[in-house]
């Protein structure tokens, strides 16, 4: 039964080691900047004017809404209950499955933003101000997206809300509905 054990944990260590290295293979491919070639036109018709950064808080809609439940935790209180069921992985499923499909209403700061998707625009969204630090939550958003995701700087503080969609192996996985500049980096 002990060598049983230890068979299945090498195996858990083994396939965190493979996710882990898939995820920093992909957060290494984190843009914080602007596309390469991107159209200026397609700026102006927003009105963003070059070398002005935009102050408007007025969230931008997509369709479809996120759903009217709503989950009545902030992103730090979610780590914080993750923290806790951290060895008790079957509660952990649990609270994670109880969580989907529920409307998120989330702060935090921008770490990066990445279009490795097709037709899809993602934002790495962290707790804290340095770049690729960990909790953080992963929030996609349709390419429409594009210009106001790449406007964004590392370090500025979001409003994120959109759509819980579960649990990757290291970040939450959220449908971005709206996002909302609060503050902009001070770099």
Partial sequence: MAKSSVTIRAAWISFGAVIAAALIGLLGNIRTSEPPNPDPRAALALGHVPGQLSTDASPVKTSPSPPAIALEMTMQQYFDKLDVLR?????RDDFVSSLEGKRILWRGFVGGVTGRAPERVSLFMTLKKDKGELPAALVTFESTWETKL?????????QVEGEYMGET??????????????QASQK
């Fill in 150 to 158: 790449y406007s964004m700087h590392e370090g500025d503080l979001v």
């Fill in 87 to 91: 060895q008790r992985y079957l509660e």
């Fill in 169 to 182: 192996p290291m970040m939450p996985s959220i449908r971005g509905a709206t996002l909302t500049l609060l």
